[in-house]
Nanobody, 119 residues
Framework: QVQLVESGGGLVQAGGSLRLSCAAS????????MGWYRQTPGEQRELVAV???????NYADSVKGRFTISRDNAKNTVYLQMNSLKPEDTAVYYC?????????????WGQGTQVTVSS
């Protein structure tokens, strides 16, 4: 059984910062990647940032230079440092885990955490 525990969302003023955390636990053989996605009402879930097992990262153009994804491999935890937040960053942020076990690859989603940026 895999579990993802997200934390760090909340309300912040424009220009402020938040740090999201997502801790993975359970019977995973190896983690391929962990990432953050976000979704607003009526819109599709979109990639914010991803970090792979080798350390490579990708970011949405809209967050480049403002958000930083990092990972603590010993704790199976991924972080998203969000600086210079804008009202358009307001969304529910979801952590996604991609892992491998028994020659199969799985995706697992967290429950989501609300980020609200006021103008």
């Amino acid at each position: 059984q895999v579990q993802l525990v997200e934390s760090g969302g909340g309300l912040v003023q424009a220009g402020g910062s938040l740090r999201l955390s997502c801790a993975a636990s359970g019977s995973m053989f190896s983690i391929n990647a962990m990432g953050w996605y976000r979704q607003t009402p009526g819109e599709q879930r979109e990639l914010v940032a991803v970090i792979r097992s080798g350390g490579s990262t990708n970011y949405a153009d809209s967050v480049k230079g403002r958000f930083t994804i990092s990972r603590d491999n010993a704790k199976n935890t991924v972080y998203l440092q969000m600086n210079s937040l804008k009202p358009e960053d307001t969304a529910v942020y979801y952590c996604k885990l991609n892992y491998r076990r028994d020659y199969m690859i799985y995706d697992y989603w967290g429950q989501g955490t609300q980020v609200t940026v006021s103008s």
